[in-house]
């Protein structure tokens, strides 16, 4: 899927869904409450750069020259081998 399709289905959920309820979150440096909504799973991509895998990430980046796209299933994959990694 790419970015086109996800902004589209975003769009539509918005224009078109009742909110679930919202949430207080810091937001541009300010608190705000925001509506929340289900989305379906497919129209999700990796945040490659969350703090959690983030180190590993730009230390692959570095490394292989290749900058990792979430949207790609080759990446994803590379990706999703972070999550098993430990750092001690």
Do not use: C, H
């Amino acid at each position: 899927m790419n970015q086109k399709q996800r902004i589209e289905y975003l769009s539509n959920l918005v224009a078109e869904k009742t909110p679930y309820g919202s949430k207080e979150v810091w937001y541009k440096n300010s608190r705000r409450k925001l509506p929340v909504y289900e989305i379906d799973l497919q129209y999700l991509v990796y945040n490659a750069y969350n703090g959690r895998i983030a180190s590993l990430v730009k230390s692959y980046e570095k490394q292989t020259g290749e900058k990792l796209d979430a949207s790609k299933t080759e990446d994803i994959k590379i990706i999703e081998e972070f999550r098993n990694v430990s750092i001690v």
